[in-house]
């Protein structure tokens, strides 16, 4: 084997960190153009964010290469104590940290405060990717995914109590990797259904159907009409029952119309809720008797999954209300329910104005005037998206997103050609991770989720997100240099 | 590996990346570059657009004395969205007004079409300079409030009101109706009547712009691009007016405590040199703040001084019009120069009469006119109106009214100030429909002959007259207008208008008005040294006492000056409106009143014929 150095500097993946370099180099430029004011500062003076992000991208710079040093089997053999020592640090910091912005996830240590919880994720990676590389690990074991299930969960949880729901929020998207390794597709199908009727629930929640009956909601009736569609799906996938969902489907539509044409023939305010309750149960009844005749298992599921929708519907409004004041109205901003652009709604129609007014190519760098005269607030950090659709247009922004785009198909492209299992689940981890910051940050910025306070990888301000970040991508840089290596 | 079988999932994942970003993509492309309000709203927050007003144009009278000129004042303009602080106690005390009225003024502007939060409204109008000062100084106490420099409209003389008119706030009408080039905002001022209005475009000039960029906090971060789109405003074009302002506050002050007019044309231009309505008032009442209290004084006067008298007020021309009868029956070759009618003492067919006063019978035309006799023209419009060659009345009708159209009545004239009035010269139809088709007779329509029955002139077209019979035939429509600023006047003031009447009969009726003024109705009001041309009349009012009339024009040769003077209620026409207008007339020729004459000025000037 030729000396170890040569090898890492050949086997390093230089597209990966090309595209690295690029973004934390268009992200100081648009912190510089964000911060930028009509006091000309030289670009490196610390008193300013821009020069502050100088130094933070420099001391990256020497993190990233400090990793790639590292024995690549080091990662291996840490993972669970950095997820311990983590878990500790988190659980201190809830204590110990000052309360800054409504939120306890700062440690201060001297001049230099820290983030933990973006820390946090690498380590959650490397203790997941070990523990699903364990020999003998199968996901649909009991003992084994309700590990990994806690494995995600215990640092979410303490990220919550930090009052730092949208960095916990982050750890949800680990359901990819599951997925990847092996856990059934229905998970994420029934994930994504929660949050289907979820939205429904708040959205519709107050709708009524007819005037007469004011405490009926279009809510509810679209959550069932969702479940019994869903049901009949599965009736077919699963059960290759066609008979069953027919009768389901059939009798269901049957109900509603005689429902519809005697409220609108006779006016009779027809309480169309308990024409859907009369459907839910009926399908339940329908599965049971299936169940007992075809003695299958999964008929009861399904006949439990009416009755289940229905009661995450009746829980949604009460999960919403316990959700924080701010958190509430900015969902209901992003449905479209609250339209206060001085307010609630301020940010994100600031932010939109931006990004919107930049046309084609944009203003020019240093001449967005929504950026300049700060209008958008936080637009170094979490905001700082719009700089680049301000000053650089929507071909700046295009390039952005097709960069990020290319990083993440580039790392799935990486995580398949490893040979060690390790190496493949924390790629996918990583790949995951971005792809959730991207998701949300972009997607509040351009007003089409709700704002939940996560930044963009190498573009917004702060030196905790650029090193976790860097950290992140390095310690899978580093594993894939020695993908030839070892055998996990 | 163990559970290779998944590995297809890896382009489950990929696509939903891919998806999402192509999700995003397409919300770019609709904000980006679809959606252009963005950009608006960008602009709105960013820019602070100040106005700068141009000063307006100077307005001179024909030997260039300043009418109308610009004093500065200042518009406190406020943001509304940055008020947050304001010192409403101190300002009102700045201000001298009471906190009421400024929340009067604050909901005003709320209620202003286009009012906004985030762009500058006007809160109150036209301080003076001392305000100015004060408020200025303590400009930190007022967020959101700043200064707007403005330019007021200032008056030379107390004359002339009316002509000249004033300015005010656009009203909603004409906000709606500037679609093509957007001059006006709301609180802005424009002309509101006379030449103001009607040369508001030459007047206004262009409005300059600055702009500043403003951030989030509403605080000013210099201009932008350093002023590199910034407009400089433009002041408005001067205008020169054709009036002669002695001669107009010299017919104000003749009509004083009467009420009437006096329009006198120089007929060789169809230039207006005074334009007098009376009662008046000052133009500087309509000034400023006191504006609107003025105004509604005004407008409430029983008297009506917001009236044009001369371009709108109709009366029967009574005798006056006997000329235009004179010129079409000649026209016609109803009667000739030597055509004579019996007289006694009016006109009698049966029953019916026509009054005239007494004078020697019978007379030919040019006496007719000279002793302005009511049967001499009953008889021969009668002549026309039977006369077989129009095969019937009703054609018979309509040559006289064309006739009497090309003389400039019956339509508005196209004189350069707003509001003018048409009179009213009715045709066959009217009467087809008072009395029945081919069921009247000349003999009902016989007052026309005599400038009373259904037709009306107002005084301007009464003086056009006088102008187109010193010019002989033609006349050009009456104006204001005597230069602007950079353009030439419009076309229609410089073209002759040529009547249907053929020259040579207008000598007859110029011999005739000459007689009037020698040895005739209006000998008492002659002038010496000049040879007037004049005609009295007398309009018959239901309301009241008749309107005493007169139309003339001077030197009979080459003629400088047509006037008509109407003093309604007061009688004859021989009795008032003759003297005043040979003083008018004396006035702008000689420039003096000689000492003859005096005692009939003090008699005009002293009369008292409002009504009690």
């Known amino acids: ?488 | 590996m163990t559970n290779d079988i998944y590995a297809n999932r890896r382009f489950v994942i990929a696509a939903l990346m891919l998806s999402v970003v192509l999700i995003y993509i397409a919300r770019l492309i609709n904000l980006q570059l679809v959606d252009q309000t963005y950009q608006d709203k960008a602009d709105s927050n960013a820019y602070l657009r100040k106005v700068q007003f141009p000063a307006r144009g100077i307005i001179r009278d024909r030997n260039d004395k300043v009418l109308v000129f610009n004093k500065l004042s200042y518009d406190v303009m406020v943001v509304p969205r940055e008020m947050n602080g304001f010192d409403t106690l101190e300002f009102c005390r700045s201000v001298n007004i009471t906190k009421k009225d400024f929340i009067d003024k604050v909901r005003e502007m709320r209620n202003r079409v286009g009012y906004s939060r985030y762009t500058p409204q006007l809160l109150i109008a036209q301080l003076d300079a001392h305000d100015y000062g004060v408020l200025q100084e303590k400009s930190f106490l007022y967020p959101g409030m700043y200064l707007q420099k403005r330019t007021l409209r200032e008056y030379n003389y107390p004359n002339a009101a009316l002509l000249l008119g004033s300015i005010g706030e656009v009203g909603r009408n004409t906000l709606k109706a500037d679609t093509i080039d957007h001059f006006y905002v709301p609180g802005d001022y424009a002309g509101q009547n006379g030449v103001e209005l009607t040369y508001e475009k030459d007047l206004r000039g262009e409005k300059g712009e600055e702009i500043f960029l403003r951030d989030a906090h509403g605080r000013i971060q210099g201009k932008l691009e350093d002023g590199l789109y910034d407009k400089e405003s433009k002041p408005g074009k001067d205008l020169q007016l054709s009036i002669d302002i002695d001669l107009q506050a010299y017919g104000e002050r003749l009509m004083q405590n009467k009420v009437g007019s006096i329009a006198a044309i120089d007929p060789s231009t169809g230039e207006i040199l005074a334009l007098v309505s009376s009662p008046t008032y000052d133009p500087s009442l309509l000034v400023g703040r006191k504006r609107s209290e003025n105004y509604d004084i005004l407008v409430n006067d029983p008297l009506k001084p917001l009236f044009d008298r001369p371009m709108m007020a109709c009366y029967p021309p009574g005798s006056t019009f006997k000329t235009v009868n004179a010129l079409v029956l000649q026209q016609e070759k109803i009667i000739s120069q030597w055509t004579a009618f019996p007289c006694s003492e009016g006109y009698h067919v049966g029953s019916f009469k026509v009054g005239c006063h007494a004078h020697f019978s019978p007379l030919n035309l040019i006496q007719s006119i000279q002793h302005s006799c009511n049967a001499y023209y009953c008889a021969g419009f009668r002549n026309m109106m039977d006369n077989r060659k129009y095969k019937n009345i009703s054609n018979a009708f309509e040559v006289w009214k064309n006739h009497v159209v090309s003389l400039g009545f019956g339509y508005k004239l196209g004189a350069d100030v707003p509001n003018e009035k048409r009179g009213y010269i009715p045709n066959s139809g009217v009467y087809d429909r008072i009395y029945g088709e081919g069921r009247w007779k000349s003999l009902m329509i016989v007052s026309n002959s005599i400038g009373q029955g259904e037709i009306l002139a107002t005084p301007l077209q009464i003086a056009n007259l006088a102008a187109t019979i010193a010019n002989r035939g033609y006349y050009i429509v009456p104006h204001l207008v005597k230069k602007i600023e950079g353009r030439e006047i419009d076309s229609c003031y410089l073209q002759k208008k040529v009547s249907t009447i053929d020259s040579i009969y207008f000598e007859t009726v110029v011999e005739g008005m000459d007689l009037v003024m020698k040895n005739g109705t209006g000998w008492a009001a002659r002038i010496d040294s000049i040879e007037v041309c004049g005609k009295t009349g007398t309009a018959q009012n239901p309301h009241g006492e008749d309107h005493s009339l007169f139309m003339a024009f001077a030197p009979k040769k080459d003629p400088k000056i047509a006037i008509c003077v109407v003093v309604e209620n007061s009688g004859f026409g021989a009795t008032w409106a003759a003297p005043i207008a040979t003083l008018m007339m004396e006035k702008y020729l000689k420039g003096y009143i000689p000492k003859r004459r005096l005692y009939l000025e003090e008699r005009m000037l002293n009369a008292n014929l409002l009504p009690k």
Request: hydrophobic share 55%; proline share 4%.
């Open chain 1, 1 to 488: 084997m030729p000396s170890r150095r040569i090898n890492i500097v050949k086997n390093l993946d230089w597209v990966t960190i090309g595209i690295y370099l690029f973004l934390v180099i268009m992200g100081w430029f648009s912190i510089y153009g964000a911060v930028y004011n009509f006091e000309e500062a030289p670009f490196w003076d610390l008193s300013f964010r821009y020069g502050k992000q100088l130094v933070w991208i420099g001391c990256a710079l020497v993190i990233g290469a400090v990793l790639l040093m590292l024995d690549s089997r080091l990662y291996n053999m840490l993972a669970y104590a950095l997820f311990a020592a983590m878990l500790f640090l988190l659980l201190l910091t809830i204590f110990v940290a000052p309360e800054i912005k409504g939120s306890r996830s700062w440690l201060v240590l001297g001049p230099v405060s820290i983030q933990p919880a973006e820390f946090a994720k690498t380590a959650t990676c490397l203790a997941l990717a070990k523990f699903m590389s364990e020999p003998g690990y199968s996901i649909s074991r009991p003992r084994h995914w309700i590990m990994t299930a806690l494995i995600i969960l215990m640092p979410m949880i303490l990220i919550v109590f930090q009052q730092e729901t949208g960095s916990a929020l982050v750890y949800s998207c680990l359901l990819l990797v599951l997925y990847r390794e092996g856990m059934n597709g229905i998970f994420l199908f029934l994930g994504f259904l929660l949050v289907v009727i979820f939205i429904v629930s708040i959205r519709f929640g107050s709708v009524c159907v007819i005037p007469e009956l004011p405490d009926e909601s279009y809510g509810l009736l679209i959550v069932m009409g969702i479940a019994l569609i869903v049901q009949c799906a599965f009736l077919v996938i699963f059960m290759r029952d066609k008979k069953s969902a027919s009768i389901l489907m059939g009798a269901s539509i049957v109900l509603f119309l005689i429902g519809y044409i005697v409220y609108k023939t006779f006016g009779y305010p027809v309480p169309f809720t308990y024409i859907g309750y009369a459907a839910i149960i009926g399908s339940f009844v329908l599965c049971l008797v299936m169940r007992i005749k075809e003695r299958m298992r999964g008929y009861l599921l399904i006949g439990l999954f009416g009755l289940a929708c229905i009661g995450i519907s009746s829980m949604a409004d009460k999960a919403f209300d316990s959700l924080m004041p701010h958190q509430q109205t900015r969902i209901k901003v992003t449905l479209g329910m609250e339209n206060d652009p001085k307010k609630a709604g301020y940010n994100v129609n600031q932010s939109m104005i931006a990004i919107g007014s930049g046309g084609l190519v944009g203003k020019g760098f240093l001449n967005g005037t929504q950026t300049k005269l700060k209008y958008v607030p936080e637009q170094d950090t979490d905001f700082i998206f719009c700089t680049v659709g301000e000053e650089h247009g929507f071909i700046g922004a295009t390039l952005v997103l097709g960069l990020f785009l290319f990083l993440l198909i580039r790392l799935i492209m990486l995580a398949e050609r490893q040979r060690s299992l390790f190496s493949r689940i924390y790629g996918y981890c990583v790949a995951s991770i971005f792809f959730f910051h991207l998701f949300i940050n972009i997607g509040m910025v351009i007003g089409l989720t709700p704002v939940i306070g996560i930044p963009l990888p190498f573009f917004s301000y702060g030196g905790s997100s650029l090193w976790g970040f860097t950290i992140l991508l390095f310690i899978f840089l580093r594993l894939d240099a020695s993908r030839m290596e070892y055998f996990g």
